[in-house]
């Protein structure tokens, strides 16, 4: 391996196959290091139980034994403390693989919406929160979204309510499945708008590869037909063509080398062996919580709390999605099991809801695995074991519908990422502690959420409706966002507004952690046009 | 063991005009998983089995297999409703739910019986699954 490098991308998942792809078409020698295997789409097991929706047995994109001695401290709403492993949904996981989260999502390819980058501004500041706007507009990153979606690959088409584009999506919108014409035919009748659910899946044949199938098994799988679009099968292979980029996998990065302050490297691990790897650039896109740690864990005499973190920031204000959301039992059949299963939206409540700070998304849901429903989707009152139960899940598989939606989280400085040195991984690297909440204010957003989500089903006529809104706790998971806040003024954050580290200028993060706020709306596609952002601005300098 | 765990995963999950838990292969789902992912709730899982037999004897003189489908609904019932039981049994209807519902690499729902029922296809190309 040469000795040093123009780029390191710590991370091939969303960012960082963006960014390792525009920079190595742009002429920089690129090293990629992920901790995590490159896999072909067949080579994701298909199990119904070991996979990104359902999680407690493990996953089907890491070996037990990649698993094995990563633990979190996951503190609750009690302030209870508890060492949990990555299939503990306290963890905060995201896939540990080429791709990332990109190989095994649902794909959802929301732009945030304008006043999503203004929310402090729109809204004011709730007491005890840390909301704030972002130094950057929609206006900024819109020729960005517009890159993604169209060499990427994003089906979808525009919502009346969506931010202004300078043209069309590239793919037709997935079709109306049946639970998608019934809501259609509710929301029609409640007088709200909607529209598809714009997604990275090919609708028609596009950059050499197939178009979706349609199958029951999307999101938390790979795609069998690799018409799901991640960064594994567009921007890494295009790095990877250019000859200029290195990928290597299996590598877990401990911390930044530095010389006189100055970032000149990570050090990392492979092989149970120790090295060390030089860069004039680094690029963090290890995810937001990941992210945070190895700054955390880098610390030198300048910076003695982590580089980056003289103002506190840090791995505060964590975000990913609060879920509220209904279930109703219609008397007809709903369900044609044709995916990936949303294909209807509304962005009717992202804003203006009286008494509510922001607000969210709402869509039909992905075809549930036959074991996911009768985990989550059973209704209240049914006895859960005996004839009845079998004849409720023969009635209401295809008779019950999931009308859910992200809520845009209000963030709080307590909601955070620490280390604890007193708790090790396997290499020795302390491991992260997450603490605190959110803003109690979103509760009050994820309770109004709910509501709409019972009206759309009730307009489209089921006949009976259960619902759940998630009371105060720590979201991250999959959307984890928000611990490397951008900020003009360093003292208000961690990276300024082109994803540098303050006080740093060859130091980039590129994955969901310089999000201030984290929108109503799914993040990748916000991930991806700010690390094509990030990346071109680095190439330029 | 195997004739007691079939009697009560088939309470569970009993048969109609589709399979029961144990006509799905229920019980090979449930002895691999011990034996792997749940080996901590080997013995706890045998010994909730253990207790709803000497139940079975003590209340009927019969062990839980030999007993119509009503007496054994009531002891599983009694056994869901003990403070003592209540983990253990809903442990039991979680394991027999995933053998059943599952796909059929880890050992139950061989035809994929259940989806059948419910009306689950994965749509996914031929040889795949």
């Given at each position: 391996?040469?000795?040093?490098?123009?780029?390191?991308?710590?991370?091939?998942?969303?960012?960082?196959?963006?960014?390792?792809?525009?920079?190595?078409?742009?002429?920089?020698?690129?090293?990629?290091?992920?901790?995590?295997?490159?896999?072909?789409?067949n080579?994701?097991?298909?199990?119904?139980?070991?996979?990104?929706?359902?999680?407690?047995?493990?996953?089907?994109?890491?070996?037990?034994?990649?698993?094995?001695g990563?633990?979190?401290?996951?503190?609750?709403?009690?302030?209870?403390?508890?060492?949990?492993?990555?299939?503990?949904?306290?963890?905060?996981?995201?896939?540990?693989?080429?791709?990332g989260?990109t190989?095994?999502?649902?794909?959802?390819?929301?732009?945030?919406?304008?006043d999503?980058?203004?929310?402090?501004?729109r809204?004011?500041?709730?007491?005890?929160?840390?909301l704030?706007?972002?130094?950057?507009?929609?206006?900024?990153?819109?020729?960005?979204?517009?890159?993604?979606?169209?060499?990427?690959?994003?089906?979808?088409s525009?919502?009346?309510?969506?931010?202004?584009?300078?043209?069309?999506f590239p793919?037709?919108?997935?079709?109306?499945?049946?639970?998608?014409?019934?809501?259609?035919?509710?929301?029609?009748?409640?007088?709200?708008?909607?529209?598809?659910?714009p997604l990275?899946?090919?609708?028609v044949?596009?950059?050499?590869r197939?178009?979706?199938?349609?199958?029951?098994?999307?999101v938390?799988?790979?795609?069998?037909?690799?018409?799901?679009v991640?960064?594994?099968?567009?921007?890494?292979?295009?790095?990877?063509?250019?000859?200029?980029?290195?990928l290597?996998?299996?590598?877990?990065?401990?911390?930044?080398?530095?010389?006189?302050?100055?970032v000149?490297?990570?050090r990392?691990?492979?092989?149970d062996?120790?090295h060390?790897?030089?860069?004039?650039t680094?690029?963090?896109?290890a995810?937001?919580?990941?992210?945070a740690?190895?700054?955390l864990?880098?610390?030198?005499?300048?910076?003695?709390?982590?580089?980056?973190?003289?103002?506190?920031?840090v791995?505060?204000?964590?975000?990913?999605?609060?879920?509220?959301?209904?279930?109703?039992?219609f008397?007809?059949v709903?369900?044609?099991?044709?995916?990936?299963?949303?294909?209807?939206?509304?962005?009717?409540?992202?804003?203006?809801?009286?008494?509510?700070?922001?607000?969210?998304?709402?869509?039909?849901?992905?075809v549930?695995?036959?074991?996911?429903?009768?985990?989550?989707c059973?209704?209240?009152?049914?006895?859960?074991?005996?004839?009845?139960?079998?004849?409720?899940?023969?009635?209401?598989?295809?008779?019950?519908?999931?009308?859910?939606?992200?809520v845009?989280?209000?963030?709080?400085?307590?909601?955070?990422?620490?280390?604890?040195?007193?708790?090790r991984?396997?290499?020795?690297?302390?491991v992260?502690?997450?603490?605190?909440?959110?803003?109690?204010?979103?509760?009050?957003v994820?309770?109004?959420?709910?509501?709409?989500?019972?009206?759309?089903?009730r307009?489209?006529?089921?006949?009976?409706?259960?619902?759940?809104?998630?009371?105060?706790?720590?979201s991250?998971?999959?959307?984890?966002?928000?611990t490397?806040?951008?900020?003009?003024?360093?003292?208000?954050?961690?990276?300024?507004?082109?994803c540098?580290?303050h006080?740093?200028d060859?130091?980039?993060?590129?994955?969901?952690?310089?999000?201030?706020?984290?929108?109503?709306?799914?993040?990748?596609?916000?991930?991806?046009?700010?690390?094509?952002?990030?990346?071109?601005?680095?190439?330029?300098? | 063991?195997c004739?007691?765990?079939?009697?009560?995963?088939?309470c569970?999950?009993?048969a109609?005009?589709?399979?029961s838990?144990?006509?799905?292969?229920?019980?090979?789902?449930?002895?691999?998983?011990?034996?792997?992912?749940?080996?901590?709730?080997?013995?706890?899982?045998q010994?909730?089995?253990?207790?709803?037999?000497?139940?079975?004897?003590?209340?009927t003189?019969?062990?839980?297999?030999?007993?119509?489908?009503?007496?054994?609904?009531?002891?599983?019932?009694?056994?869901?409703?003990?403070?003592a039981?209540?983990e253990?049994?809903?442990?039991?209807?979680?394991?027999?739910?995933?053998?059943?519902?599952a796909d059929?690499?880890n050992?139950?729902?061989?035809?994929?019986?259940?989806?059948?029922?419910?009306?689950?296809?994965?749509r996914?190309p031929?040889?795949?699954?």
């Amino acid at each position: 391996m040469q000795s040093e490098f123009d780029v390191i991308v710590v991370g091939a998942g969303a960012g960082g196959g963006v960014a390792a792809g525009v920079l190595a078409e742009a002429g920089k020698t690129v090293l990629v290091l992920d901790r995590g295997r490159a896999l072909g789409i067949n080579a994701v097991p298909r199990d119904h139980l070991r996979n990104h929706r359902i999680s407690q047995y493990g996953y089907n994109t890491e070996t037990p034994a990649q698993l094995a001695g990563r633990p979190r401290v996951a503190v609750n709403v009690l302030g209870r403390e508890e060492v949990v492993s990555p299939e503990n949904g306290g963890y905060g996981y995201n896939a540990s693989v080429v791709g990332g989260g990109t190989l095994v999502y649902g794909a959802q390819a929301w732009r945030f919406l304008p006043d999503d980058f203004r929310m402090a501004s729109r809204y004011g500041v709730p007491e005890g929160s840390s909301l704030a706007d972002w130094p950057i507009s929609y206006e900024d990153l819109e020729p960005f979204y517009d890159k993604v979606e169209w060499e990427m690959g994003v089906a979808g088409s525009p919502h009346v309510l969506s931010g202004k584009r300078e043209r069309d999506f590239p793919m037709p919108p997935v079709a109306l499945n049946l639970s998608g014409q019934t809501l259609k035919r509710g929301a029609d009748q409640l007088g709200w708008p909607t529209g598809p659910v714009p997604l990275l899946i090919n609708t028609v044949p596009y950059n050499g590869r197939d178009a979706c199938i349609g199958c029951g098994m999307c999101v938390g799988f790979s795609c069998p037909t690799d018409a799901k679009v991640g960064s594994q099968n567009t921007m890494t292979p295009r790095a990877l063509k250019t000859g200029r980029c290195t990928l290597t996998t299996g590598a877990t990065v401990a911390s930044l080398v530095t010389e006189n302050g100055k970032v000149v490297g990570v050090r990392y691990f492979k092989d149970d062996k120790e090295h060390v790897a030089r860069a004039k650039t680094v690029v963090l896109a290890a995810a937001a919580i990941e992210t945070a740690r190895l700054l955390l864990n880098s610390r030198t005499d300048r910076e003695p709390n982590g580089i980056g973190n003289n103002s506190d920031h840090v791995g505060r204000h964590i975000q990913g999605h609060y879920y509220p959301g209904a279930i109703g039992l219609f008397d007809d059949v709903v369900q044609d099991g044709v995916g990936p299963g949303v294909s209807i939206s509304t962005l009717k409540f992202n804003h203006n809801n009286p008494g509510i700070v922001g607000g969210g998304m709402l869509a039909n849901e992905f075809v549930k695995l036959p074991i996911i429903f009768q985990k989550n989707c059973w209704q209240p009152g049914v006895p859960r074991w005996g004839i009845e139960a079998k004849r409720y899940m023969r009635h209401a598989y295809t008779r019950a519908m999931h009308v859910q939606g992200p809520v845009q989280e209000i963030p709080s400085a307590n909601g955070r990422v620490t280390v604890d040195s007193s708790r090790r991984d396997r290499f020795g690297i302390p491991v992260p502690r997450l603490s605190g909440t959110q803003h109690e204010s979103t509760v009050d957003v994820g309770q109004f959420m709910q509501k709409r989500a019972e009206d759309w089903l009730r307009a489209s006529g089921a006949k009976e409706i259960w619902s759940w809104a998630p009371p105060l706790f720590l979201s991250h998971g999959q959307h984890q966002a928000g611990t490397t806040r951008m900020s003009d003024d360093p003292k208000n954050g961690v990276v300024d507004r082109h994803c540098r580290v303050h006080g740093h200028d060859n130091l980039f993060v590129a994955d969901g952690g310089p999000h201030v706020t984290n929108a109503g709306l799914n993040p990748v596609l916000t991930i991806l046009a700010l690390a094509w952002r990030t990346a071109e601005f680095i190439a330029g300098n | 063991m195997c004739e007691l765990l079939r009697a009560v995963i088939d309470c569970i999950i009993p048969a109609d005009d589709y399979p029961s838990a144990s006509q799905n292969r229920v019980d090979v789902y449930i002895e691999r998983i011990l034996q792997n992912e749940l080996q901590e709730w080997q013995d706890k899982f045998q010994a909730g089995l253990d207790e709803l037999e000497a139940d079975a004897k003590r209340t009927t003189g019969q062990g839980f297999a030999a007993l119509p489908p009503q007496r054994q609904n009531a002891l599983l019932a009694a056994m869901e409703h003990d403070a003592a039981w209540s983990e253990w049994f809903a442990m039991l209807v979680q394991l027999t739910n995933e053998g059943y519902y599952a796909d059929r690499s880890n050992g139950g729902n061989p035809d994929h019986a259940s989806w059948d029922m419910i009306g689950y296809e994965p749509r996914l190309p031929p040889g795949l699954i």
